[in-house]
């Protein structure tokens, strides 16, 4: 069965750095678009970052270009954020996500950023 685990989450301070990891089973990784999304507090679930099968087509949120960096390793079947300069409008449940428009969704792992 299809199976995407983050990992990663944790509290950081404004202007720090986080990678965040999600590792997938149970299907052809490189056959599909892999996204980020995040849903803070209150928020709607919105797209941080989507990475195409071949990683050569790269999407980010206007609100992260930038500060964010999506990629990923077919071999190891994992996406990876890694987050820059982060700010407190960054806090939010990082949820990874498979196919352009998702289908299947990790637990999520959640980020704080707060001095």
């Known amino acids: 069965q299809v199976q995407l685990v983050e990992s990663g989450g944790g509290l950081v301070q404004p202007g720090g750095s986080l990678s965040l990891s999600c590792a997938a089973s149970g299907f052809t990784f490189n056959s599909y678009t892999m996204n980020w999304y995040r849903q803070a507090p209150g928020k709607e679930r919105e797209l941080v970052a989507a990475?195409?099968?071949?990683?050569?087509?790269?999407n980010y949120a206007d609100s992260v270009k930038g500060r964010f960096t999506i990629t990923g390793d077919n071999a190891k079947k994992t996406v990876y954020l890694q987050r820059n300069s982060m700010k407190p409008e960054d806090t939010a449940m990082y949820y990874c996500g498979r196919g352009r428009v998702p289908n299947y969704w990790g637990q999520g792992t959640g980020v704080t950023v707060s001095s």
């Open positions: 990475i195409s099968p071949s990683g050569a087509l790269i």
